[in-house]
């Protein structure tokens, strides 16, 4: 078992930057590649970032590529999401998961999800 706790989220203005966070517990952390995924109001969970478990590897939406970078911290059992260039179309609930088989994309190969945390950028 995994527990995951995002935050970070907030308001921000159209152009401006956020950092979330996930922290992880449980199990070993190290073990897992790590995902972040975002639901906006109305519509399905969507792929955002996702990286190995060793941090070598990452891989990205074609929607954030240039502006979103994400991290992690295998000795404090940390994952990350650097956002810059905030647009509007960026506000969503955003998830970070622990992947478990399968393609990085897909919310099917993720095992454990945190409760989210509200990401909402003004224009």
């Known amino acids: 078992q995994v527990q995951l706790v995002e935050s970070g989220g907030g308001l921000v203005q159209a152009g401006g930057s956020l950092r979330l966070s996930c922290a992880a517990s449980g199990r070993t952390f190290s073990n897992y590649a790590m995902g972040w995924f975002r639901q906006a109001p109305g519509k399905g969970r969507a792929f955002v970032a996702a990286i190995s478990w060793s941090g070598g590897s990452t891989n990205y939406a074609d929607s954030v590529k240039g502006r979103f970078t994400i991290s992690r911290d295998n000795a404090k059992n940390t994952v990350h999401l650097q956002m810059n260039s905030l647009q509007p179309e960026d506000t969503a609930v955003y998830y970070c998961?622990?992947?478990?088989?399968?393609?990085?994309?897909?919310?099917?190969?993720?095992?454990?999800w945190g409760q989210g945390t509200q990401v909402t950028v003004s224009s």
């Open positions: 998961a622990a992947h478990y088989s399968g393609t990085y994309a897909y919310t099917s190969g993720y095992k454990y």
